[in-house]
């Protein structure tokens, strides 16, 4: 088995940036923010663990729950009138 030369000098690279105190810092900013649709999912929705097995059924169930948040959210834009033009055209 080999590694690649490239990979090893990337690697080294990479570990140099994240050790710097700058990238300390970035990485405990990462660390603490959420990601804005998976913080409402987490939050709002209480979604905690797939509730189905296998690669399908996880995948039928990320897609149901991100339908779930756009519609959720053009529902929102609707009631708040921004999305009316849209809809009655």
């Known amino acids: 088995m080999q590694v690649s ?4 000098k990337k690697r080294e690279i990479s570990y140099k940036n994240i050790t710097t105190e700058f990238g300390t810092k970035l ?3 990462i660390s603490i923010q959420v990601e804005g649709a998976f913080g409402v999912l987490k939050s709002d929705y209480e979604f905690n663990r797939f509730l189905t097995r296998g690669k399908n059924s996880v995948q039928t169930e990320f897609i149901l729950l991100c339908l779930v948040t756009t519609l959720t959210k053009y529902i929102q834009k609707y009631k ?6 849209i809809f009655m055209n």
């Open 5 to 8: 030369k490239k990979f090893v």
């Open 27 to 29: 990485r405990m900013n």
């Open 80 to 85: 708040m009138k921004e999305l009316r033009i």
